[in-house]
C-alpha cells in the first residue's frame, strides 16, 4: 500500500502537491525536472547510493537495469521497498511547511 502510494506518484512527492495547489514549484531539489517517483528512483543524484545497492541486487537475479516501475514492485517488492523507505521525503520534498 505505501509502495503503491508512491509508485503512482501520490504521497508526499513535490509533483502531486503542485498538482494540488499545495505549492508553486513542482521541481526537485537538484532543480533538474519534477520530482516525482520515476526521478527518485532512476535520477535523483543523492539516491546514487542506495539506487546502486538495489541494481547491484537486481543484477544478482539476472535481471536488467534499468526495468519497469511495475517490475520492481512485482519482482523485487523487498529490495525495492528498501530503496524507498531509505528515502528521506522530509529532506526531499522540503516543502512549505
Ligand atoms: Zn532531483
Do not use: A
Not at 21 to 45: A, S, V
Not at 63 to 79: C, G, Q, R, S
Not at 90 to 97: P, R
Amino acid at each position: 500500500m505505501y509502495i503503491h502510494t508512491y509508485i503512482t506518484g501520490h504521497g508526499k512527492l513535490r509533483s502531486y502537491l503542485h498538482r494540488f495547489g499545495l505549492i508553486d514549484n513542482p521541481k526537485c531539489l537538484c532543480e533538474e525536472e519534477e520530482e516525482t517517483m520515476n526521478h527518485l528512483i532512476f535520477h535523483y543524484k543523492i539516491l546514487h547510493n542506495q539506487r546502486n545497492e538495489m541494481i547491484k541486487q537486481i543484477k544478482n537475479t539476472c535481471d536488467n537495469w534499468p526495468t519497469t516501475n511495475e517490475t520492481l514492485v512485482n519482482d523485487y517488492l523487498p529490495i525495492f521497498s528498501k530503496f524507498v523507505k531509505s528515502i528521506d521525503f522530509q529532506t526531499c520534498s522540503d516543502t512549505l511547511l
